[in-house]
């Protein structure tokens, strides 16, 4: 399956000690952090590194590698991309890898969103969808609504306009002062499979009333809270949320860059609760983890009131916009994503993982557990060692990233029962380690 070219050991840690020195990670410091893993190829559900170890990838590279890493028609069709044009600018040009992508996605995303635009990265795509909610309301001659509502618990992104997002006590509080102000509504409580409580959406209700004239938009995760939580909650809260924005001529925005593309069972996470957005990012496994590609894609409504105001063009325009061999990945990955039939897969993994993981609740140190779709999660009560993470993916062979108190999996689409129980068991392993002292809440860094 992979090349066999051996690296030699003194060529790894001299590699890994210049990365060290220079090379920032995320979320982590530069120098003194724990080992990392030379990685040196990809093919499916496993990376190998340079010293030859083959790890199943079960966070999906962060959540992007849905049809395993490496597919061969992606790859192929970035290299027949490249050999005619890597990039353009697009001021100005379009290309076809652009128009054909926008083609797939209007028939491939949530009805009437059809007016996409291509953003490099999640973030910025979080970013653009705020600017467009902001500019809607400009439209309408109502500037005053420049705010928005964001979820405690949320995560959207690590630039300053998508921060401002993010759960407000969560990983970004250092830089509170360089955040916009925004609105937050508390969690959602109710969880995905509970009887729906009407309690659950006071919060939200109130924080809408009280700033009516101030908000533009209200801003979600659909159904599933990951990067500041792992947490899954009511599909009710999306329809309540969609008729009181519909009330107040208040825009909502579905951030599905986590949850789309099946990674919670459906096509789409509002798929849950039968309601659409207004406006809905999109990311990661966009290009099944081979480019950074995401969208804003926005209805009709929102595109043609923007279009016919004072101000009719949409006021942004990153450098490397559409860019086409990142377009041609994402033909690629839609290809597969229409072709390939994940809703069953999808099943079959949930199927694998609630047998697996039940069992854990009882185990000393679990808090929780949680499962839809392709997401697995075991919320213990004290965070595990890094020295025991980093020991149990090379005994078992299994990668996975916890962070806070979050030992979870988010496998490739494609990725197998035999691989899943492995998954699983690795998972079991970090949760009856011996627990770390209990800490200040800051560890979101490795
Ligand atoms: C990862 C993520 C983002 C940010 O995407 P980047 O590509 O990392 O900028 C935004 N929203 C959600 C829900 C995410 O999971």
Same mark, same amino acid.
């Given at each position: 399956m992979f090349s066999c070219e051996r690296i030699d050991n003194d060529t790894i840690s001299r590699q890994l000690h210049f990365d060290s020195e220079h090379l920032w990670h995320p979320y %982590? %410091?530069?120098?003194?952090t724990p080992a990392r893993f030379l990685a040196v190829s990809a093919r499916g559900t496993t990376i190998r590194t340079a010293e030859g170890l083959e790890l199943i990838d079960a966070v999906s590279s962060w959540w992007c590698a849905a049809h395993g890493h490496n597919a061969p028609e992606i790859v192929e069709a970035i290299r027949r991309q490249s050999d005619r044009m890597c990039h353009v600018m697009f001021g100005g040009f379009t290309h076809e890898p652009a128009i054909e992508l926008g083609q797939r996605l209007v028939e491939f995303l949530p009805e009437g969103l059809n007016k996409i635009f291509f953003a490099d990265s999640g973030s910025i795509a979080v970013e653009c969808a705020v600017k467009m909610a902001v500019q809607y309301q400009y439209a309408l001659g109502r500037p005053e609504r420049c705010k928005l509502v964001a979820l405690r618990g949320g995560y959207h992104g690590d630039t300053a306009g998508a921060m401002a997002l993010s759960d407000p006590d969560g990983m970004h509080v250092l830089f509170r002062g360089i955040m916009p102000q925004h609105y937050f509504a508390g969690r959602p409580n109710c969880r995905f499979d509970d009887t729906w409580d009407d309690a659950d959406f006071h919060s939200m209700e109130q924080v809408i009333e009280e700033h009516l004239n101030e908000i533009a938009a209200v801003i979600c995760e659909p159904v599933f809270q990951g990067g500041n939580g792992m947490w899954l909650y009511h599909p009710n809260y999306l329809k309540s949320l969609r008729e009181i924005c519909d009330r107040h001529g208040i825009l909502l925005i579905l951030d599905e860059i986590a949850s789309g593309f099946y990674r919670t069972g459906p096509r789409f996470a509002m798929e849950h609760a039968g309601i659409l957005p207004d406006i809905m990012c999109i990311g990661k496994a966009l290009t099944g983890g081979s480019i950074t590609l995401a969208a804003a894609a926005a209805s009709e409504r929102v595109a043609r009131t923007i279009t016919e105001s004072k101000i009719p063009a949409f006021m942004h325009g990153p450098t490397y916009m559409a860019n086409p061999l990142a377009c041609a990945a994402g033909v690629a990955s839609l290809n597969l994503f229409s072709t390939r039939d994940y809703l069953t897969n999808v099943r079959r993994i949930e199927a694998r993982l609630r047998q697996n993981l039940a069992p854990l609740r009882s185990l000393e140190n679990t808090a929780d557990v949680r499962v839809l779709g392709a997401i697995g999660v075991l919320e213990l009560k004290s965070k595990p060692a890094a020295d025991d993470i980093l020991r149990i993916i090379r005994e078992t062979g299994v990668w996975l990233r916890p962070f806070c108190n979050y030992v979870y999996t988010m496998p490739p689409l494609i990725t197998a029962d035999a691989e899943i129980d492995r998954i699983c068991e690795a998972i079991r392993l970090i949760a009856q380690c011996e627990p770390m002292p209990v800490q200040e809440k800051d560890d979101f860094h490795e």
């Open positions: %982590a %410091a530069l120098k003194n």
